[in-house]
């Protein structure tokens, strides 16, 4: 038998068991009593893995020489189940989160999804307002599923394109998937209302870069929101190098010098990419040109403002998309605590959090990755 390469599930470290003091109230608070890191960010944004499966193989992400036949994905009594997902989304919005994005692997291949979006639709912030729920898919599935997210609560989609070219696109999802079939997802997504789309094209230098004008000119006036994200270097197993990184620098000129952009300030804090409209020929923008947004994850380090958190398929948390170590929720959730303690244990996770992966890695060389082993994007979502 051939040796396998690195098995994500070896990466999967054991768990971190909370502090003793878990239980007490967090301490480190911002002004209106909401709890922060230790860098001063408050918690705003939950990022939920539903499964770690999923129907295509981009290369940057699930390779399929690794994600192959025998590769051991979670079983089902790992998972994370819709009630307990919902449990533990109570207790980040009571630290504050006003946001939550379904994701995985593909979101739409978890059984039944559209209940858990009922679910979730139906909390309560800490003003009062319903969440701001999301949800990141690869489309596949989209165009059969839209109006049943949309009539579950689900506010807004982001769709994953990395190409208009057939054979491209093809190519980048390795599973031989037509792009005609995520187009239609997307005007499925439209027609039921789940917008403002965003749509995500990951960049790689030497592989997709050809299609950013044609993907930049299809989307200019639809008003979907198209990102230019820089290939990252998460996980162990997607072959990264900075060369095959084109910066988000270089993507912005590329399309301000066929149609002139202009920078367009950001629309919240924490705010991952940098937004710029279309102009006028007065050089304003043209609002109904709409924007593009550039995600430069790799050149320009936006861990300053990261109120992100992430929780894995099986209910750990990882506080940084390069963390190497999650903390154990699902083991806290199995074990009957009161719901304030489940609060403390996060607040206190939350309260002790340091991560700032990119601002290191700036500081560093590159290719160096900084040294770490990390868990794949697929476990934690993107
Ligand atoms: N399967 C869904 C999808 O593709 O939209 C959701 C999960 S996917 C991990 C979430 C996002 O992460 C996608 O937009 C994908 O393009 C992005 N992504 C995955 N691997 C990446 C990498 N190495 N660099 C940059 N973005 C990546
Ligand atoms: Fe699947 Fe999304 Fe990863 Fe592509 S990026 S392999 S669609 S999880
Ligand atoms: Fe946030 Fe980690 Fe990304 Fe920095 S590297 S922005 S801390 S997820």
């Not at 739409?108 to 009922?118: Q, T």
């Not at 049943?148 to 989609?157: T, W």
């Amino acid at each position: 038998m051939s040796e396998r390469v690195i098995p994500v599930l070896d990466q999967r470290v054991t768990a971190l068991a909370p502090p003793a003091a878990a239980f007490a109230p967090a301490t480190r608070l911002t002004a209106d009593g909401l709890l922060t890191d230790s860098l001063g960010r408050p918690l705003r944004d939950l990022r939920i893995s539903v499964t770690d499966r999923c129907n295509f193989r981009c290369s940057y992400c699930m390779p399929k020489e690794v994600f192959d036949k025998d590769y051991a994905y979670l079983p089902h009594a790992e998972l994370l189940s819709f009630e307990e997902i919902t449990r533990v989304a109570k207790a980040f919005i009571a630290h504050g989160v006003q946001k939550i994005r379904l994701t995985g692997g593909e979101p739409l291949l978890r059984k039944n999804i559209e209940a858990l979006v009922e679910q979730l639709a139906g909390l309560r912030t800490l003003q009062g307002l319903p969440l701001d729920l999301t949800l990141t898919t690869n489309g596949a599935l989209l165009k059969r599923k839209a109006a049943a997210l949309k009539a579950a609560g689900l506010q807004r989609v982001t769709v994953s394109l990395d190409g208009l070219d057939d054979a491209v696109f093809r190519r980048m999802n390795d599973v031989d998937f037509p792009v005609a079939d995520v187009l239609e997802g997307i005007e499925a997504a439209r027609q039921a209302g789940l917008g403002t789309i965003k749509i995500n094209m990951v960049v790689k230098r030497g592989t997709n870069a050809q299609e950013i004008l044609p993907m930049a000119r299809h989307f200019k006036g639809s008003g979907m929101v198209l990102r230019f994200i820089e290939f990252m270097d998460v996980g162990a197993t997607n072959g990264w190098r900075m060369h095959d990184v084109l910066p988000s620098r270089d993507v912005v000129k590329l399309i301000h010098d066929a149609m002139p952009l202009v920078p367009l300030s950001p629309s919240n804090l924490g705010e991952t990419a940098e937004r710029w409209g279309y102009a006028d020929a007065n050089g304003q923008w043209d609002a109904a040109a709409g924007e593009i947004g550039a995600i430069s994850s790799v050149t320009q380090a936006f861990c300053a403002d990261c109120n992100r958190a992430r929780l894995s398929t099986e209910g750990k948390l990882y506080l940084c998309l390069f963390a190497n170590q999650g903390h154990d929720l699902r083991s806290l959730l199995r074990s009957q605590m009161p719901q304030t303690d489940l609060e403390s244990a996060i607040g206190h996770i939350w309260q002790g959090r340091t991560d700032r992966y990119s601002e290191l890695r700036s500081s560093q060389a590159p290719d160096s990755g900084a040294g770490l082993r990390r868990v794949e994007m697929s476990y934690i979502g993107g």
